[in-house]
Structures are given as C-alpha cells and as structure tokens.
C-alpha cells in the first residue's frame, strides 16, 4: 500500500504498527521525516516531482510518498485487553473514506482503545482513509469483523455497555459513559441499522437546535466521543 503527505509519511515512521518499505521524497527536502527515515533504516529515493505527481493522482503528496505493508488488523479481543476500562467505536456501515480517517482521527486523539468495523458496507483502512486521518491510523487498534453484531455481544460478555448514536435516543450527557463503553456510529444517510440498535445496551442522541436535522457522521462521533471523555475524567 501507498501512502502520501507530511503528517501521513511522519506517523507511519513513527509507528510499531506498520513497516515503511521505502520512501520516495522530492529533490531538494530536507525535515525530520527525512531524519526519521534515515533512523530506520528505509530506503530513500529523490525523484522530481513530476514522478510524484504520477504516483499521486490527487497530488496530494506534499513531497512525500511511502511504500508500506498492508495495514494489519487486530482482534476485538485485542482492543479488549487494551485497558481496564475499555472503550470502543463500532462503525455500521461507514462508506465515505473521508470521514472513515476522520473518525479514526477523532478517536485516536480521544484516547479510543479500538475501533471495530465490519467486512460489509464499510470502507477497509486504504491510502486516502489513512491520509484522511492525519497518520493517527498508525497509533489506533482497528479490528474488522464479520458480524458486528456478534462483535457487540463479545464487548457485553466482557463487560462493556455499548451505546447506539442515533436520532430517537436519550440525550447522550444522561447516559453514563464513564465506564468500559462502546459507541456505535451508523452510516451517512442510513445511520444506526434497526438490528445492531436492538443489540445494544442503550441509543444515545446529540441534542440538535438548528434546522437540519442531523451531523455528519465523522462530526457526531467526535462530540459523543468527548462527552464520553468529559465523563471519564
């Protein structure tokens, strides 16, 4: 897999998780991705930037692209183990890689132990989701499943109440968020499967006071993910 850009290229050299094969940077640059290649060791390539715009058909490369493994991806049971506490997103049906990387951006920053996503309906981790992440992609647990309802189940018998985000739910700062909690995040447009809310422990909502009636899917992630924050101290 490729990827491409400052923040992306940097988090990915700084990552455990994800091996730089080589790295193909413009004549001429000079930084601390640079440097931090060097330190491991990559192979470093300095081509004109015209060769970069051909491997980069947004241009969108700032300078740099990297040649990486494929991303890997871990168990729920993984995401599980992270922390006492456990806190997990479930993403149903996330379609749109923008909001996929900012998303894992959003929880990433919001000390997220895992995200958990589905085989089906649901962009896989590609180089525009990575890029879209800012590199955050590379510090964040991501497993993809078959069935995340039975995904759900596994998080309950190990103790963590999982909460849907949808329209027809509580308020979300009545819900108690302070513990080992899921949050399950529904597609653009299709939001929140009538199934996977049955599975839940609970539907939480945002309290909306303008005239369109719903956010963006990336953007209501990241606020319910800060009540959660606010509540768990």
């Excluded at 080589?22 to 930084?31: E, I, P, Q, T």
């Excluded at 300095?46 to 990297?66: C, E, F, M, T, W």
């Excluded at 990486?68 to 991806?73: A, I, M, N």
């Excluded at 993984?78 to 997990?88: E, G, R, V, Y």
């Amino acid at each position: 897999m490729k990827i491409q850009g400052k923040n992306s290229v940097y988090e990915a050299l700084r990552s455990d998780e994800i091996t730089v094969n080589s790295l193909m940077c413009a004549k001429g640059v000079n930084s601390d991705i640079i440097a931090l290649a060097r330190k491991r060791g990559v192979k470093i390539t300095y081509v004109d930037r015209d060769l970069l715009d051909k491997h980069s058909p947004d241009g969108k490369h700032q300078g740099y692209i990297a040649d990486v493994t494929d991303f890997e991806y871990c168990d729920v049971a993984d995401i599980l183990s992270s922390s006492d506490k456990p806190f997990a997103v479930i993403l149903d049906g996330i379609n749109d890689p923008h909001n996929f990387g900012s998303i894992i951006r959003s929880c990433e920053c919001a000390g997220v132990d895992g995200i958990i996503i589905g085989r089906n309906r649901q962009v896989a981790v590609t180089d525009t989701v990575v890029r879209c992440s800012a590199g955050a992609v590379a510090h964040i647990k991501i497993a993809r499943v078959t069935n995340i309802n039975n995904a759900i189940k596994q998080l309950q018998e190990n103790g963590v109440w999982v909460y849907a985000l949808d329209m027809d739910g509580e308020e979300i700062g009545k819900a108690d968020l302070s513990g080992a909690v899921g949050i399950v995040v529904g597609g653009e447009g299709s939001g929140v499967s009538a199934y996977t809310k049955k599975c839940c422990d609970g539907v939480v909502s945002l309290k909306l006071k303008g005239k369109v009636n719903s956010l963006n899917a990336s953007v209501a992630c990241g606020i319910a993910l800060y009540e959660a924050v606010r509540q768990r101290g």
